[in-house]
């Protein structure tokens, strides 16, 4: 199997689990209200039971899980998209800040279904949604530029003794 063929492959996958992850947050938004309370304090319960008692994590976890949960969902968004604009929009980064209009409406679509499963909407948490989404992005982008110019370093190192040998 070629480069070219692996590469449209993982695209693929990259762009469904783009989507995958989409359909999450919409699923868990269309989910009435007493279930995703279940779903949040089970969550928060699992978290909780690793935490000392009474620290500052605890009690912050044991308050915003939902909120952690909003940050999380749209932060692992921000780093497929930072992932698929780094490895296929090459020379385009200029285009990266339109990628930011991405959470917005996600999660202004995310907080109107909440209006349909009886759950109350709110304007913070789009804003939350947002915060989550550019922190992961760009944590995601400075990640993946490291690890180019770290390659291209060992690169010019391993092919430097080379040019030397040369007559």
């Not at 868990?28 to 699992?46: F, G, R, T, W």
């Not at 690793?50 to 969902?73: C, M, W």
């Not at 993946?144 to 430097?160: D, E, G, T, Y």
Request: aromatic letters at 10%.
């Amino acid at each position: 199997m070629d480069i070219t063929r692996l590469a449209k492959i993982f695209r693929i996958l990259l762009i469904a689990l783009m989507i995958g992850t989409v359909a999450f947050i919409f699923v868990n938004s269309m989910l009435p209200k007493d279930e995703s309370q279940e779903q949040s304090d089970a969550i928060k319960d699992a978290i909780l039971e690793v935490l000392p008692e009474g620290s500052k994590t605890y009690n912050f976890v044991d308050q915003y899980i939902r909120k952690i949960a909003h940050f999380t969902e749209y932060g692992m968004l921000g780093i497929e998209v930072a992932l698929y604009i780094a490895l296929y929009e090459r020379g385009r980064l200029r285009r990266a800040p339109l990628a930011l209009l991405l959470p917005l409406f996600v999660g202004f679509i995310d907080e109107s279904i909440q209006i349909f499963s009886d759950r109350g909407p709110a304007i913070s948490d789009v804003w939350i949604d947002i915060g989550g989404f550019i922190t992961f992005f760009c944590l995601a982008l400075l990640v993946i530029c490291v690890i180019c110019l770290l390659a291209r370093l060992v690169r010019k190192r391993l092919l430097s003794p080379m040019k030397m040998q040369k007559p």
